[in-house]
């Protein structure tokens, strides 16, 4: 008995001490949890990204960093100091942003669905970023399917770190500037797609919003090999939000998050390499029409095509300016090539 004891005791201490490393981020005004918060440190780097819970690992902050900024919605909502992740749940203003709502033009039912919007996407190596680019984009779905039918950008920058190598043997060097991808809306408007066995859907009811959070993994416990390179622990992270209570419809669609993790290296590196690509798009007006042809720009990673100043809009996600601050001058625009 005195044995079971012991190891009971045992377990309750491990357990606790496991719990304590989760941080979870809730609104200040609703103590809901607040998914997709990104936590910088103070050299940019992006060292944590909570998930549909609020939670991140507070291993994965160090407090070699000192000072932490926290963004949330492409707005930074907080800084903080390591002592300040002691505290299990920390409370943050999520509202310095309002939802945008999403302009409906010739609302007569036709045969496509319009859904045109703002997005960004940025890729990071090692937590650091490697590349950036942000732009308009516009959606045509079948009304009667509501299956995606084809992506159409309008106008995009592209930024580039001026660091990048792209030495053959030192991934670590490389410019992931070509894994920058438009958000990829596949099932949007048909949410109940994603529900297959090697996903795990988990969702989260809030006071403005609904949201779906799609995960899944390969390569988790073998690596793959590809000419003398290694690809390790793929795993996607999928959140779609819809208007709160909503049938979750295309007229519903909020927002669209994805992040995609890949560790990879070459054989004769010792360690991995932790590549993350971010897509993000925020939809701004929904239209029908019978005609799917619409103007449109090859998205190129090599070079920025626009005609208008649109990221000075007030309510564009524009995360340059935030990765601006960290590494100034070091973040080039690419050519605009009209």
């Known amino acids: 008995m005195k044995t079971k004891f012991v190891l009971y005791s045992l377990f309750i201490f491990l357990f606790g001490c496991i719990q304590a490393q989760t941080i979870t981020f809730v609104s200040e005004k609703t103590n809901q949890p607040l998914p997709r918060v990104s936590v910088f440190g103070k050299d940019g780097n992006i060292l944590a990204y909570s998930d549909i819970d609020g939670k991140i690992d507070?291993?994965?902050?160090?407090?070699?960093?000192?000072?932490?900024?926290?963004?949330?919605?492409?707005?930074?909502?907080?800084t903080l100091s390591y002592s300040d992740f002691d505290q299990p749940v920390i409370k943050l203003n999520d509202q310095v942003k309002e939802i945008e709502t999403v302009v409906i033009k010739n609302s007569k039912p036709a045969r496509y669905i319009f859904i045109k919007g703002n997005f960004n996407a940025y890729v990071t190596v090692n937590n650091k970023l490697n590349s950036y680019a942000d732009g308009i984009v516009t959606y045509i779905f079948d009304n009667k399917?509501?299956?995606?039918?084809?992506?159409?950008v309008e106008q995009y920058r592209v930024f580039r770190l001026t660091e990048a190598k792209n030495e053959k043997k030192e991934t670590?060097?490389?410019?992931?500037?070509?894994?920058?991808?438009?958000?990829k809306l596949k099932n949007v408007g048909n949410p109940e797609e994603y529900k297959t066995k090697r996903n795990l859907i988990k969702e989260l009811k809030g006071d403005r919003k609904d949201q779906i959070e799609v995960t899944?993994?390969?390569?988790?416990?073998k690596e793959f090999s590809f000419f003398g390179y290694r690809f390790y622990d793929i795993r996607t992270i999928l959140n779609m939000s819809f208007e709160k209570g909503s049938e979750k419809t295309l007229k519903d669609f909020l927002e669209y998050n994805e992040l995609v993790f890949v560790k990879l290296k070459h054989k004769s590196e010792p360690n991995y390499n932790?590549?993350?690509?971010?897509?993000?798009?925020?939809?701004?007006?929904?239209?029908?029409?019978?005609?799917?042809?619409?103007?449109?720009v090859k998205f190129d990673e090599d070079k920025s095509k626009?005609?208008?100043?649109?990221?000075?809009?007030?309510?564009?996600?524009?995360?340059?300016?935030?990765?601006?601050?960290?590494?100034?001058?070091?973040?080039?625009?690419?050519?605009?090539?009209?």
């Open 172 to 183: 670590s060097s490389w410019d992931y500037g070509k894994s920058l991808q438009i958000p």
């Open 58 to 78: 507070k291993q994965t902050i160090s407090p070699a960093q000192e000072k932490f900024q926290l963004v949330y919605n492409n707005f930074p909502v907080a």
């Open 274 to 296: 932790q590549i993350a690509v971010y897509t993000n798009f925020y939809p701004t007006e929904l239209s029908f029409n019978n005609d799917n042809d619409i103007e449109k």
């Open 145 to 152: 399917t509501k299956k995606l039918k084809s992506t159409n």
């Open 216 to 221: 899944e993994g390969i390569l988790q416990e």
């Open 306 to 338: 626009y005609k208008t100043s649109y990221w000075q809009d007030s309510s564009f996600p524009n995360m340059q300016t935030i990765f601006s601050n960290f590494f100034k001058g070091d973040l080039k625009e690419l050519p605009n090539k009209k």
